[in-house]
């Protein structure tokens, strides 16, 4: 299995562009998030998913669109990128809710200019 | 609102020494607790986690932390740290999707 992975590894977006950052697990996990991490703020809950079709918002949702139309895929999508947007995003999937473990993606850092 | 502080921003620690890393929670119920680490550049591991029964929980690395609702703490410990445990650790509560994350600990380990 190859777990949890992320594309881009590393993107550089003007103010005002778009972007989506892909997500994907081959592990069959129903329930999935996404995450910013900022320097002394640890990392933030954006979106979250428990299954295809079903998406809802996280601590920090403004500037961020999800949509859950497969198992496997989470894209997150930047619709009009702003330098606050610039952190590492790191995307996570887990089998169910409760003590099940949380899987981490390697992470994309984006640097909005 | 569920929370989690992390007191110490940045702890050193001789190797071989001993190491405790500090987390206090905020939750409405029976936590789930977490403890994750993140070597540089990488992404998240799973060090350990508590949801019921013992409240000493053992980990992967050889670290253990210990849950105690009295004081709503969720320490960190290894007995005898190596260079390779530098890294920085976060201390985590909520449900598996539905984390809050401390700021983190970054443990710089010197020779």
């Known amino acids: 299995n190859a777990g949890v992975t992320q594309t881009p590894k590393f993107q550089v977006l003007k103010t005002g562009q778009s972007m989506t950052l892909q997500c994907a697990q081959d592990m069959n996990h129903e329930y999935m998030s996404w995450y910013r991490q900022d320097p002394g703020m640890g990392l933030r809950l954006i979106h979250y998913s428990v299954g295809a079709g079903i998406t809802d918002q996280g601590e920090v949702p403004n500037g961020y669109n999800v949509s859950r139309s497969t198992t496997e895929d989470f894209p997150l999508r930047l619709l009009s990128a702003a330098p606050s947007q610039t952190s590492v995003y790191f995307c996570?999937?887990?089998?169910?809710?409760?003590?099940?473990?949380?899987?981490f993606g390697p992470g994309t850092r984006l640097l909005v200019l | 609102a569920q929370s989690v502080t992390q007191p110490d921003i940045h702890i050193t620690v001789s190797e071989g020494a001993s190491l405790e890393l500090r987390c206090n929670y905020s939750?409405?119920?029976?936590?789930?607790l977490f403890w994750y680490v993140q070597s540089p550049g990488q992404g998240l591991q799973l060090l350990l986690k508590?949801?019921?029964?013992?409240?000493l929980v053992q980990g992967i690395k050889g670290f253990e932390a210990e849950f105690k609702r009295s004081q709503s703490s969720f320490n960190l410990r290894k007995p005898s740290v190596h260079w390779s445990d530098a890294a920085e650790y976060f201390c985590?509560?909520?449900?598996?999707?539905?984390?809050?994350f401390g700021a983190g600990t970054t443990v710089t380990v010197r020779a």
């Open positions: 508590y949801f019921s029964g013992d409240t």
């Open positions: 939750y409405g119920a029976t936590p789930y």
């Open positions: 985590a509560v909520g449900a598996g999707y539905k984390l809050s």
């Open positions: 996570a999937s887990s089998y169910n809710r409760g003590a099940e473990t949380q899987y």
